[in-house]
Nanobody, 120 residues
Framework: QVQLVESGGGSVQPGGSLRLSCAAS????????MGWYRQAPGKERELVAR???????NYADSVKERFTISRDYAKNTVDLQMNSLKPEDTAVYYC??????????????WGQGTQVTVSS
């Protein structure tokens, strides 16, 4: 059983910062990638940032230069540092990992989601 547990959401004023953290635990053979998605009310879930096992990263255009994703490979954690937050960043943020729970196949796992609200 694999679990992704997120922490760090909350409310902040425009221009502020928040840091999200996600820890993967359980039966993990190998992790291919970890990342963050978000879903605002009435919108589809979208990729925010992702980091693969080799260290390469990709970001949504809307968060480039403001958000930074990082991983601790020893602890199986991924963090998202969010700076210069805007009201349009308001959403539920979900941690995602594509990993191998065994040597047979890989699959996607999701966290429960954490609310980020940017408002004055």
């Amino acid at each position: 059983q694999v679990q992704l547990v997120e922490s760090g959401g909350g409310s902040v004023q425009p221009g502020g910062s928040l840091r999200l953290s996600c820890a993967a635990s359980g039966s993990i053979f190998r992790i291919n990638a970890m990342g963050w998605y978000r879903q605002a009310p009435g919108k589809e879930r979208e990729l925010v940032a992702r980091i693969v096992s080799g260290g390469s990263t990709n970001y949504a255009d809307s968060v480039k230069e403001r958000f930074t994703i990082s991983r601790d490979y020893a602890k199986n954690t991924v963090d998202l540092q969010m700076n210069s937050l805007k009201p349009e960043d308001t959403a539920v943020y979900y941690c995602n990992s594509n990993l191998w729970p065994n040597h047979r196949e890989s699959r996607d796992y999701w966290g429960q989601g954490t609310q980020v609200t940017v408002s004055s």
